[in-house]
Antibody, heavy 120, light 109 residues
Framework: QVQLQESGPGLVKPSETLSLTCAVS?????????WGWIRQPPGKGLEWIGS???????YYNPSLKSRVTISVDTSKNQFSLKLSSVTAADTAVYYC?????????????WGQGTMVTVSS | SYVLTQPPSVSVAPGKTARITCGGN??????VHWYQQKPGQAPVLVIY???DRPSGIPERFSGSNSGNTATLTISRVEAGDEADYYC????????????FGTGTKVTVL
């Protein structure tokens, strides 16, 4: 079955760039679907960060757009998130997920999530 | 950007029915999806496209959407249904297409 696994540093210093990767198994990214990133600060709700198609077409949350880059590497069957100029407000569990269907809509498969703390 | 408003909490006795609302301007014109999240776990899709259930989700979970309110209904509530629930919509024509609701904590008494 399709599985997603986030990876990356658990601790990032303020003003630096947060970088995470989502490895996809059980399905070839180049075959279709949109793929997304969602985050959840401790004790708070879910926030959509952005989504990408295998072709590289992207949608971003406008509140984060100036700091976010989402890219896809079909050769490694993974997609990535970069968030620049981080502050303590970016401390959160970061999830990668797959959109169901051929266009972005619901998120039907999620990774387990990875906690990222922004602190010096 | 589009705002989805949920009640912070809902309490329900075992065996009874829980209804969780998700309010948004003309939400009835959009497709609404619902997620269940238990402590320390990733969200799980329980209802999509207003009222469809993914494979493996019990029939006790149902959804509806009309006007300015979408509703997730959990019938014959069990202790294992205690969790946070989030609604979500996607609007490709918006500059903020992906939106989650504020979340509702369901407590089973």
């Amino acid at each position: 079955q399709v599985q997603l696994q986030e990876s990356g540093p658990g601790l990032v210093k303020p003003s630096e760039t947060l970088s995470l990767t989502c490895a996809v198994s059980g399905y070839s990214i180049s075959s279709g679907y949109y793929w997304g990133w969602i985050r959840q600060p401790p004790g708070k709700g879910l926030e959509w960060i952005g989504s990408i198609y295998h072709s590289g077409s992207t949608y971003y949350n406008p509140s984060l757009k100036s700091r976010v880059t989402i890219s896809v590497d079909t050769s490694k069957n993974q997609f990535s998130l970069k968030l620049s100029s981080v502050t303590a407000a970016d401390t959160a569990v970061y999830y990668c997920a797959r959109h169901d269907g051929g266009s972005p809509n619901a998120f039907d498969i999620w990774g387990q999530g990875t906690m990222v703390t922004v602190s010096s | 950007s589009y705002v989805l408003t949920q009640p912070p909490s809902v309490s329900v006795a075992p065996g009874k029915t829980a209804r969780i609302t998700c309010g948004g301007n003309n939400i009835g014109s959009k497709s609404v999806h619902w997620y269940q999240q238990k402590p320390g776990q990733a969200p799980v899709l329980v209802i999509y496209y207003d009222s469809d259930r993914p494979s493996g989700i019990p029939e006790r979970f149902s959804g509806s959407n009309s006007g300015n309110t979408a509703t997730l209904t959990i019938s014959r509530v069990e202790a294992g249904d205690e969790a946070d629930y989030y609604c979500q919509v996607w609007d490709s024509s918006s500059d903020h297409p992906g939106v989650f609701g504020t979340g509702t904590k369901v407590t089973v008494l």
